[in-house]
């Protein structure tokens, strides 16, 4: 299981990275809006929704809405309450992993699914259009996969205190601990090479993405777990499904998108 994990990581990392560098914002917008919807439809089916015309309906609801804030990418205010919004969803969603763990109706599910990729998109395609945004934009994508690689071996290898045991019971505060070390070595590399601009404030912002995306993994197993699946799909040998590939960067994006924008607001 991990050598095909790897071999399919190997596979999609030249192209994710060629992508992020080379492409356009409009070409990069349209191929994570055609993952969006695939996404969308895998929420679709942890949602336990079995009507096909409902989930060809939220599909094109998550077009509509992408198309629209794409017409809207350079309006600030739009920008801003998109991620205020995600962050209000994801502060809920450390509650309901945590504590309440309610099974919601499958509307309700589908409302979730829209506050966890809609707002991921639009901070993605606002992050890649910014000064210097590709370069952004993989600097958040190296962190949240140091955080992911540092949790996975350092879990295996000392995981000892399940973090939720109900939600997904292979992750440990060690794993924790583990993606935090990683997430400040790559931070501080950032602050001395990549983003020196950003100051120390980077350090903070990286942490604070790198813990908060640990909630966007929580609440897709939570979800898998309520429908009985182990993986939301099975696009990627080895990983999955989209969702199974994008749910700790859609809490991420969000918040490094709002980090920095608060650090440039405050300047």
């Avoid at 349209?30 to 060809?56: C, R």
């Avoid at 979730?112 to 000064?131: D, E, F, N």
């Amino acid at each position: 299981m991990l050598k095909q994990r790897v071999i399919t990581a190997l596979t999609l990392l030249p192209l994710v990275v060629l992508l992020v560098l080379l492409a356009s914002t409009w070409l990069l917008a349209l191929v994570a809006g055609l993952m969006a919807l695939v996404a969308s439809w895998e929420w679709a089916n942890l949602s336990g929704e079995n009507s096909t015309l409902l989930k060809i309906s939220n599909a094109v609801l998550v077009a509509v809405l992408l198309y629209l804030f794409w017409l809207a990418r350079q309006d600030a205010l739009v920008l801003w309450v998109v991620a205020l919004t995600s962050l209000a969803w994801w502060l809920f969603a450390i509650i309901w992993v945590s504590w309440w763990r309610r099974q919601f109706h499958s509307r309700v599910k589908f409302v979730c699914g829209m506050l966890t990729l809609i707002p991921a998109w639009v901070a993605l395609v606002a992050l890649h259009s910014s000064h210097r945004g590709a370069v952004k934009l993989l600097f958040l994508l190296v962190v949240i996969w140091a955080a992911d690689t540092g949790a996975y071996f350092v879990g295996r290898a000392f995981g000892k205190h399940k973090l939720a045991p109900e939600v997904s019971p292979g992750k440990t505060w060690e794993g924790v601990a583990g993606g935090t070390l990683a997430v400040l070595l790559v931070s501080f590399f950032g602050v001395w090479l990549v983003l020196p601009a950003s100051g120390y404030l980077l350090i903070l912002i990286c942490l604070l993405t790198g813990w908060l995306s640990i909630v966007g993994d929580l609440s897709e197993s939570l979800f898998k777990r309520q429908a009985g699946v182990k993986d939301s799909g099975r696009l990627f040998p080895g990983h999955g499904g989209v969702l199974d590939r994008v749910d700790s960067l859609t809490a991420a994006l969000p918040a490094f998108w709002l980090g920095l924008a608060l650090q440039e607001w405050l300047r």
